[in-house]
């Protein structure tokens, strides 16, 4: 019973290819994000969304856009990949928004863009 | 500008060493600050902190708050290779704003 889970875990593909990675959490929470983990292993949020509504949008480029048919999916899709892209995309959720700050994430899915 | 640095940035000790990692965040809008453990996948939950000079403990790990220094401590005694991780701090800001997360202290704990 994983809490968030995502898929795929691992993604290998070529440049300028399309891809998307699903994130699905069954905890009730109201909010969940994407956060980009790089070779670093710096985390830096993404995209937030909350009861379906996006709240919180870095300056992500907008090859990436977050879909969510609804509160317990946030998809991310993104389009015409670069080797830049490559990294550990996490999803992540938590109860209210700005309420206790601590997130749920997912395992992680490791994208690779050859 | 970063907003929440960690230091060191990477440290190795031995077994039975006893660690200290630091987080210094910005004032403006604070709320709380978390420290997560992440291994080889997900990061998980250590504490939470709010309050200035109260020390929160779970076992050999134990971490406080100093809001007039924009500063938290993360201590860890006895270590064991078990405790070799990547410890990321975050602070959470006020408003619909996520979790700013530094770039972690890569911990190494040799036997």
């Known amino acids: 019973d994983t809490a968030v889970s995502q898929t795929p875990k691992y993604l290998v593909t070529q440049m300028g290819n399309d891809k998307s990675i699903k994130c699905e959490q069954n905890?009730?929470?109201?909010?969940m994000y994407w956060y980009k983990q790089d070779s670093k292993k710096f985390l830096k949020i993404m995209f937030s969304?909350?009861?379906?509504?996006?709240?919180i949008n870095e300056t992500v480029p907008n090859r990436f856009s977050p879909k969510s048919p609804d509160k317990a999916h946030l998809n991310l899709h993104i389009n015409s990949l670069e080797l830049g892209d490559s990294a550990v995309y996490f999803c992540?959720?938590?109860?209210?928004?700005?309420?206790?700050?601590?997130?749920?994430f997912g395992e992680g899915s490791r994208l690779t863009v050859l | 500008e970063d907003k929440v640095v960690q230091s060191p940035l990477s440290l190795v000790v031995h077994e039975g060493d006893t660690v200290t990692l630091n987080c210094s965040y910005e004032?403006?809008?604070?709320?709380?600050l978390l420290w997560y453990k992440q291994e080889k996948k997900a990061p998980t939950f250590l504490f939470m902190l709010?309050?200035?000079?109260i020390e929160k403990k779970s076992g050999r790990l134990s971490s406080i708050l100093d809001r007039k220094e924009l500063s938290s401590i993360l201590n860890i005694t006895a270590t064991q290779t078990g405790d070799s991780a990547i410890y990321l701090c975050?602070?959470?800001?006020?408003?619909?704003?996520?979790?700013?997360f530094g770039k972690g202290t890569r911990l190494s704990v040799i036997a």
């Open positions: 992540a959720s938590s109860p209210i928004a700005g309420n206790t700050g601590e997130l749920f």
């Open positions: 905890l009730g929470h109201d909010t």
């Open positions: 969304y909350n009861n379906k509504e996006l709240i």
């Open positions: 004032v403006t809008n604070f709320r709380s």
């Open positions: 709010t309050s200035s000079g």
């Open positions: 975050a602070v959470l800001y006020s408003g619909n704003t996520p979790l700013v």
